[in-house]
């Protein structure tokens, strides 16, 4: 970032909680509608039945997620555990053969494609101010409620709801696992979700925004932030104010209200988000959680991760 844009230390706003429980309020007030049906793009296989799920999200939007059901010889004992994978930025869920490894392990696997990234879900729009730099800063220029991280934790929420309404998707426990933007969206889902059992968490995007700055970090996932700056406040007399409406949406700010144990991995060469970034949200963590570094891996896939999560999310946890 430019010298001279100014930069203080992170900040949690004073109504962070109170805000979210009026944003979570609204989600839980919507009507559910949702379809379960056979999926249209596979078929089943031997360790899991796919099934495409819609949903209507916030302010009617039509919502997808992928779902994996265990078959009988793949499924354990009693109710099944479920695992809401959450992708990357900008994406959509991953392939349905990557994700019938969680079915194999015996969880139901569900995975929604976040609005307007690549995949099914439909952005409906009505964010103000500028669209032209990425989703990190959609909605800047109004209300904090009004950004799309906000509405993407709510239709969260709803789909929370129809997952517990859905008799096809009874399960014991929840999980959570993301990666980069999956791990920031992850994070949140677990800290205003209580049913969350567990979350594995790496290296998650949307953490310390007025770090990334300063660091100079504003690009590749975090160019919007860049891009906004420079075309919108020039000479940085918009920047606090910018800050403080991020700070609603920012990974550590979510941190202390997560209350399940967090499994949260580093790449130490991680230049897309830095670990210091990432310091600041596990730092912040107040529940059981423990840290994998990766000393000689970036933002990529880190296979040890996901083998450690075999272990965490079934009967060892941490």
Request: proline share 7%.
């Amino acid at each position: 970032m430019d010298a001279g844009y100014p930069i203080e230390s992170f900040r949690e706003p004073e109504d962070f909680s109170s805000f979210w429980k009026e944003r979570m309020a609204e989600a839980d007030a919507v009507p559910l509608s949702w379809e379960l049906v056979p999926a249209s793009e596979v078929t089943p296989a031997p360790c899991a039945v796919p099934y495409d799920l819609w949903f209507r999200g916030m302010r009617g939007a039509q919502l997808y997620a992928k779902v994996l059901v265990p078959t009988e010889a793949f499924a354990r004992s009693g109710p099944l555990p479920l695992l809401m994978r959450f992708h990357g930025y900008p994406g959509r869920t991953r392939s349905w053969l990557e994700n019938a490894s969680w079915a194999a392990e015996g969880m139901i696997l569900v995975s929604m494609d976040n609005p307007g990234q690549g995949g099914r879900s439909e952005d409906i729009g009505g964010f103000p101010g500028t669209t032209v730099a990425g989703h990190v800063v959609l909605g800047l220029e109004g209300e904090p409620k009004d950004l799309y991280y906000v509405r993407l934790q709510q239709d969260i929420r709803i789909l929370f709801r129809v997952l517990a309404a859905e008799p096809r998707l009874a399960h014991a426990q929840a999980f959570v696992y993301g990666d980069s933007q999956g791990g920031g969206v992850g994070l949140a889902a677990a800290a205003l979700n209580p049913e969350v059992a567990a979350a594995g968490i790496l290296y998650p995007f949307l953490s310390d925004f007025r770090k990334v700055m300063e660091l100079g970090a504003d690009a590749v996932a975090y160019e919007g932030l860049r891009y906004w700056a420079r075309w919108f406040d020039a000479d940085g007399a918009k920047a606090e104010e910018a800050f403080s409406k991020l700070a609603y949406i920012d990974t550590a700010s979510f941190a202390p209200y997560v209350q399940c144990p967090v499994l949260f991995g580093t790449g130490l060469a991680d230049e897309i988000c830095p670990p210091a970034t990432q310091d600041t949200v596990y730092e912040r963590l107040q529940c059981p959680k423990r840290r994998l570094f990766y000393p000689a891996f970036g933002h990529e896939e880190i296979q040890a991760f996901d083998d450690a999560l075999i272990a965490f999310f079934g009967k060892e946890g941490l």
